[in-house]
C-alpha cells in the first residue's frame, strides 16, 4: 500500500521527467530499426539465393548474437564513445541475426513452384519481387521485425550503462539508490512498451499471414 | 502444310557438374497444332527438352526456334508470355484469387478490365468450372483437380500458340486424371493449341499424342504416331518400353483401318459398321458385348472398305508381325 503510494507520488512529481525517458527510449528503438531493417532486408535478399552463403552468414551473425551486450556495449566504446551512437550501433548488431535469418527463411520458404511458374509465364523480376515473393515471404519477416523490436526494447534499457538515456536511466538510478519506485516504473514503463510493440506487430503479421495464404473474413472453408 | 512451330536444331545440354548430358543432339521439328507428347523415364532427359523451350534452361548447345526465330534473339519475358506454361505442382499464386491468378498475364499486356473479366469467365467454363462459384475463390480452397484446371486456364489467358505441359496431371486421382485427358484433347481440337505434352506415363502418352517422342538417355528413341511406334519400334528400348503398357491399353490406339481385312464392296453385310478411325478397344468391347464375329469398317463417305473379325483382332493384338506388314 505505502509502496503503492510511493509510486504514484513519484508519477505525480517527475512525470516530465519520466516522459522524457520514455521518448528517447521510443527514438533508440525506432532509429536502430529503421537502420537494422535498411540493412538486414537487402543483405538477407542477397544472401538468400545461395545456400552456402546464407549458412555461413547467418552463422556469422549468430556468433555475433551470443556476445552478452554488456560486453559488446564497451567492446564498441573505443569506437563509437559514450551515448547513443554506441547504443544503437549495438541494437542494430544484434538485430541482423534475427532479420536476415527471418528474411532468408521467408524468401527460401516460397514454394519453388510458384516461382517457376510465374518465370515460366513470363513474370519480370520486379513484378515477381513485389507482386509474388514479398507478400509471401512478408508474415515471416514482420515476425522478424516483431521478435527484433521486442528484444530492442529490452536491450535499449541497457544502453543507459553508456549515458544514452532512456529506460534504463530510471532502473539503473533505482538500483544505484536503491530506490523501489524508481525501479519499478522502469520496468513497468519498459515492459508496457514491449507488450505494446508486439501487439500492434502481431496484428500486422496476422493479417500478412492471412493474405499470403488466401484468407478471408467470413471464410468457412 | 502446317508451319513448324518449334525447331529443335542439334540441341544439347549438360548440367554443370556433370559429365554426361541430360539432352544430346537432339533434332525435331513440331508442327503448328499438332499435340505432341514426349515419354520417358525419370532421368530420360524429357523435362529438361521441355524447359530449354521457355529458356527455364539454356542449351548448352544447338538452337531452339520459334516459328523460324531462335529463341534466343527473343525477349525472354515476351517470348514466355506467348507460351502457356502447365507444371505438376501447379504453382497457382496463394494470395490471389482464382480470377487474379488467371488474370495476371492480361493485365500485364494491359488489356482493359472488362475484356479481363470476360476472359476469366471464357477460361473457367472451359475447364468446366463455374465461374460465378470459382472466381472469388483462394487456390487452398481447391481440390487438386480443379487448382490444375486453373493452372490449365491461367496458362491459356494470353491466348498462346504454343503450351508446354511438365508431367500437368502427375498428382492427380486416376479418375479425374481421366476427366482431364479428355478435357484437353477437347480443348486442344477445339482451340487448335501446339502443346508439348511431357509424361511418364505410357498409356497417358499414346492416348493424347498425335505423336510421340520417346526419349532414353537424352536423346530421341522414336518420333512417330502411336500406331507407328507400336507397329514398328525402332529399337530394342521402345519394344520394351511399350510391352510394358497392357495388350488392351494398346488396342485404344489402334484404329480400325490399320487391321481391317479387305472386302468385296459388293457384299452387303447387316453386320455391325464402325468408322475407320474407331479404336480396336471399341471394337472388342462390341464383340464382347454381342453375340458377333465380324464388324465392317466404312469410310466417311459411308461406304463398305474393309472387314474386322474376332480371328483378326486376336493377332493384331500381338503386335509386330502383322501390323507392319
Redesign the interface.
Known amino acids: 500500500m505505502n509502496k503503492g503510494l510511493n509510486m504514484f507520488t513519484y508519477l505525480l512529481k517527475y512525470y516530465d521527467q519520466m516522459l522524457i525517458l520514455l521518448l528517447e527510449h521510443l527514438y533508440l528503438v525506432c532509429l536502430s530499426m529503421l537502420i537494422s531493417l535498411l540493412l538486414a532486408i537487402p543483405v538477407g535478399l542477397l544472401i538468400a539465393r545461395s545456400k552456402w552463403l546464407s549458412t555461413a552468414a547467418l552463422s556469422f551473425f549468430g556468433v555475433v548474437y551470443s556476445i552478452p551486450s554488456l560486453a559488446l556495449f564497451s567492446f564498441l566504446l573505443p569506437a563509437f564513445g559514450l551515448g547513443k551512437m554506441t547504443a544503437i550501433a549495438v541494437l542494430v548488431i544484434y538485430n541482423q541475426y534475427i532479420l536476415v535469418r527471418n528474411t532468408v527463411t521467408g524468401f527460401q520458404s516460397i ?1 519453388a ?12 523480376t520486379k ?1 515477381m519481387f513485389f507482386k ?1 515473393q514479398l ?2 515471404a512478408l508474415p515471416v519477416i514482420l515476425g522478424g521485425i516483431r521478435i527484433a523490436t521486442v528484444s530492442t526494447i529490452g536491450i535499449a534499457t541497457i544502453a543507459a550503462v553508456i549515458h544514452a538515456g532512456g529506460l534504463g536511466v530510471l532502473l539503473f538510478d533505482g538500483l544505484r539508490m536503491n530506490y523501489l519506485p524508481k525501479i519499478l516504473w522502469g520496468t513497468v514503463l519498459s515492459s508496457f512498451l514491449a507488450y505494446l510493440a508486439n501487439h500492434i506487430l502481431l496484428s500486422l503479421e496476422t493479417k500478412a499471414i492471412e ?6 473474413r467470413g471464410d468457412t ?1 | 502444310m502446317a508451319r513448324t512451330a518449334i525447331e529443335f536444331r542439334n540441341v544439347s545440354k549438360q548440367y554443370a557438374n556433370t559429365s554426361q548430358y541430360a539432352v544430346a543432339g537432339v533434332n525435331m521439328c513440331i508442327s503448328e497444332g499438332s499435340f505432341i507428347t514426349i515419354l520417358g523415364t525419370s532421368g530420360s532427359g524429357k523435362t529438361t527438352l521441355l524447359k530449354m523451350v521457355n529458356r527455364i534452361y539454356e542449351a548448352t548447345s544447338g538452337e531452339i526456334l520459334y516459328f523460324g526465330e531462335p529463341i534466343k534473339n527473343l525477349k525472354i519475358e515476351e517470348y514466355r508470355r506467348k507460351i502457356g506454361y502447365v507444371i505438376q505442382q501447379v504453382g497457382l499464386f496463394p494470395h490471389m484469387t482464382v480470377e487474379e491468378n488467371i488474370g495476371t498475364i492480361p493485365q500485364i499486356l494491359r488489356w482493359d478490365t472488362d475484356t479481363i473479366a470476360k476472359r476469366v469467365d471464357a477460361l473457367l467454363e472451359l475447364v468446366c468450372l463455374s465461374p460465378r462459384d470459382f472466381k472469388k475463390r483462394y487456390p487452398r480452397q481447391l481440390s487438386g483437380g480443379q487448382q490444375q484446371r486453373v493452372g490449365l486456364a491461367r496458362a491459356m489467358a494470353a491466348d498462346p500458340d504454343l503450351m508446354l505441359m511438365d508431367e500437368p496431371f502427375g498428382a492427380i486421382d486416376a479418375i479425374t486424371r481421366q476427366n482431364l485427358q479428355e478435357e484437353l484433347i477437347r480443348i486442344q481440337r477445339k482451340l487448335n493449341k501446339t502443346i508439348l505434352f511431357v509424361t511418364h506415363d505410357v498409356s497417358e502418352a499414346f492416348k493424347l499424342g498425335d505423336k510421340v517422342v520417346i526419349m532414353h538417355e537424352g536423346t530421341i528413341q522414336q518420333f512417330d504416331t502411336p500406331y507407328g511406334i507400336i507397329a514398328k519400334p525402332a529399337n530394342e528400348y521402345v519394344a520394351r518400353l511399350i510391352a510394358t503398357q497392357d495388350i488392351v491399353q494398346r488396342l485404344k490406339v489402334l484404329k480400325a483401318q490399320s487391321v481391317m481385312l479387305p472386302v468385296d464392296p459388293q457384299v452387303s453385310d447387316r453386320a455391325f459398321r464402325v468408322g475407320t478411325e474407331e479404336s480396336l478397344h471399341n471394337i472388342l468391347t462390341y464383340f464382347l458385348e454381342h453375340d458377333q464375329n465380324h464388324v465392317l469398317v466404312e469410310d466417311s463417305g459411308r461406304s463398305v472398305v474393309g472387314k474386322i473379325t474376332w480371328e483378326q483382332l486376336k493377332v493384331s493384338t500381338r503386335q509386330g508381325k502383322i501390323l507392319s506388314a
Not at chain 1, 114 to 121: C, T
Not at chain 1, 211 to 216: I, L, P, Q, V
Open positions: 514454394d513452384s510458384i516461382i517457376e511458374a510465374g518465370y515460366g509465364m513470363g513474370l519480370s513484378y509474388i507478400p509471401l493474405k499470403s495464404r488466401g484468407e478471408c472453408v
